[in-house]
């Protein structure tokens, strides 16, 4: 049964930066591509960025586009996610997310709050 469990977040400022980690366990991480979501207040939940298993490919929401880049390190079995720019709108609480056969499994998140 995988679990995941994100980190970094916190209170930056406008125009500061991040870098959330999601770290693995309980499955073959290198198998599966990883996902990060965010949940605002108010708003319906957002796919923010995708990374492949294999070969890296990332897909990026367009409210992020530029701003933020999904990486991986197999060997740590752990997904980044590098923001940079960050405005108000970046506020959420940040969900890593990946699919094991036909079951979603979620870490608990981390929360990122963008204001001076």
């Known amino acids: 049964q995988g679990q995941l469990v994100e980190s970094g977040g916190g209170l930056v400022q406008p125009g500061g930066s991040l870098r959330l980690s999601c770290t693995a366990s309980?499955?073959?991480?290198?198998?599966?591509?990883m996902r990060w979501y965010r949940q605002a207040p108010g708003k319906e939940g957002e796919l923010v960025a995708r990374i492949s298993r294999a070969y890296g490919i990332r897909n990026y929401a367009d409210s992020v586009k530029d701003r933020f880049t999904i990486s991986r390190d197999n060997a740590k079995n752990t997904v980044y996610l590098q923001m940079n720019s960050l405005n108000p709108d970046d506020t959420a609480v940040y969900y890593c997310?990946?699919?094991?056969?036909?079951?979603?499994?979620w870490g608990n998140g981390t929360l990122v709050t963008v204001s001076s």
């Open positions: 997310n990946t699919v094991l056969g036909e079951v979603d499994y």
């Open positions: 309980g499955f073959t991480f290198g198998s599966y591509a």
